[in-house]
């Protein structure tokens, strides 16, 4: 049972508009939460993250929202460019959790 | 600074052959991680360490063994590889506990035949 899920497999936006990938947990331990982007051939990096304390946290053009009540997780990008076409993967960690639960990802193509 | 390095980078196996695939960091980091990445299952943790001499298991840990013997290299081996086995593995490592940033490696792809 995936605790970490991502719906949506793939997502395609213009260049320059908005681009929203979503993410849902089940585990009301988790109270960290990651987003991670890997390109083909290469391992994942570190995106941005948000503690469960905030709903929001924005670094530059990505904002990450959490919505605890409903036990879901935004990525905004905006605005999109096509090297920002990747793999993001959404995670999660436990209070004092020593691992992470990750996402099966989405797929994210921005055309120019 | 390397990072986190990976060998090899991809490999072929015959089903029951067995092997090993070193990760390697540089960082002086605790934490390290072994991950799997299969088509639509995400990242599945099979198993990690806390440190040096200690190994614990993860998601999905049957059919591999790790080992820690050097904090900076973190062993993981498949005794007798099966085609469920063929995967892409990655490697990772953190300095401290889980919400902190880990650091992957470019991955190995395996092939079990």
């Known amino acids: 049972d995936q605790q970490v899920k991502q719906n949506s497999p793939s997502l395609s936006v213009q260049e320059g508009r908005i681009s929203i990938l979503n993410c849902d947990y089940t585990?009301?331990?988790?109270?960290?939460f990651l987003w991670y982007k890997k390109y083909p051939a290469e391992g994942p990096t570190f995106l941005i993250s948000i503690s469960s304390i905030k709903d929001k946290n924005e670094d530059g053009r990505f904002t990450v929202f959490l919505n605890k009540s409903a036990k879901h997780l935004s990525l905004h990008i905006v605005p999109s460019q096509p090297g920002d076409s990747a793999v993001y993967f959404c995670?999660?960690?436990?209070?004092?959790?020593?691992?992470?639960?990750f996402g099966a990802g989405t797929i994210l193509r921005v055309k120019s | 600074n390397a990072g986190v390095t990976q060998t090899p980078k991809f490999r072929v196996l015959k089903t029951g052959q067995s092997m090993t695939l070193l990760c390697a960091q540089d960082?002086?980091?605790?934490?390290m991680y072994w991950y799997r990445q299969d088509p639509g299952m995400g990242l599945r943790l099979i198993h990690y360490s806390v440190g040096e001499g200690t190994t614990a298991k993860g998601e999905v840990p049957d059919g591999y063994n790790v080992s820690r013997l050097k904090k900076q290299n973190f062993l993981l081996g498949l005794e007798s590889a099966a085609p469920s086995q063929t995967s892409v593995y990655f490697c990772?490592?953190?300095?401290?506990?889980?919400?902190?940033?880990?650091?992957f490696g470019p991955g190995t792809r395996l092939l079990v035949l």
């Open positions: 960082m002086n980091h605790e934490y």
């Open positions: 585990n009301s331990m988790f109270d960290y």
């Open positions: 990772a490592s953190s300095k401290l506990v889980g919400r902190e940033t880990q650091y």
């Open positions: 995670a999660a960690s436990e209070v004092d959790g020593n691992k992470l639960v």
